[in-house]
Antibody, heavy 126, light 108 residues
Framework: QVQLQESGPGLVKPSQTLSLTCTVS??????????WSWIRQAAGKGPEWIGR???????NYNPSLKSRVTISVDTSKNQFSLNLTSVTAADTAVYYC??????????????????WGQGTTVTVSS | DIQMTQSPSSLSASVGDRVTITCRAS??????LNWYQQKPGKAPKLLIY???SFQSGVPSRFSGSGSGTDFTLTISSLQPEDFATYYC??????????FGGGTKVEIQ
């Protein structure tokens, strides 16, 4: 069973960079055709996809955050990481890492988040 | 981006009730629609993918239907453990994955 665990500072000052790491256990981050995603959820809101990385290093980012986001992977440590620059109070949220799998439906293959970390709360405040 | 709109935003129901939640996409997404359940303080859990296929271990009282722009999640007989918030998510545009705003199912 794959498990994901987020780690990083719970408090970040405005204008600084938010940095989080996700450690994957129970399987190699390089095995299978999976993307590895970051998702955040502000209080009382729906989840917001931030971006994802494939083990080759190929990335996709949410267009609304693209200018501030970098996602990287370290296959030797079975980890992937998020950097979000120039943060403001609007970036305060619970941040999740998740496995983004391609799942075969009756007639199509869909992309879905099948394993999630427990989430880590990040507050942006001075 | 494809906008996902859920209704209602919340509902009150009793154990044993049949509950229906609706999700509408801002453009046609075929069957590229997933449903998640989230309990307080926990991460979302995948329930249904491709609009109507069950993730492993999901009880058969849950069902999903729809295609194009309009989708439905139905709980045929609400159980105490089903009180939670439900989210839809489109995977038609994999470069901009988006979720709905959620439907909170509360105890009446």
């Amino acid at each position: 069973q794959v498990q994901l665990q987020e780690s990083g500072p719970g408090l970040v000052k405005p204008s600084q960079t938010l940095s989080l790491t996700c450690t994957v256990s129970g399987g190699s981050i390089s095995s299978g055709s999976y993307h590895w995603s970051w998702i955040r959820q502000a209080a009382g809101k729906g989840p917001e996809w931030i971006g994802r990385i494939y083990t080759t290093g190929s990335t996709n980012y949410n267009p609304s955050l693209k200018s501030r986001v970098t996602i990287s992977v370290d296959t030797s440590k079975n980890q992937f990481s998020l950097n979000l620059t120039s943060v403001t109070a609007a970036d305060t949220a619970v941040y999740y890492c998740a496995r983004n799998a391609r799942i075969m439906g009756p007639t199509i293959v869909v992309s879905a988040f099948d394993f999630w970390g427990q989430g880590t709360t990040v507050t942006v405040s001075s | 981006d494809i906008q996902m709109t859920q209704s209602p935003s919340s509902l009150s129901a009793s154990v044993g009730d049949r509950v229906t939640i609706t999700c509408r996409a801002s453009q046609s997404i075929g069957n590229y629609l997933n449903w998640y359940q989230q309990k307080p303080g926990k991460a979302p859990k995948l329930l249904i993918y491709a609009a109507s296929s069950f993730q492993s271990g999901v009880p058969s009282r849950f069902s999903g239907s729809g295609s194009g722009t309009d989708f439905t999640l139905t709980i045929s007989s609400l159980q105490p453990e089903d009180f939670a918030t439900y989210y839809c998510q489109q995977s038609y545009n994999t470069l901009a994955l988006t979720f709905g705003g959620g439907t909170k199912v509360e105890i009446q």
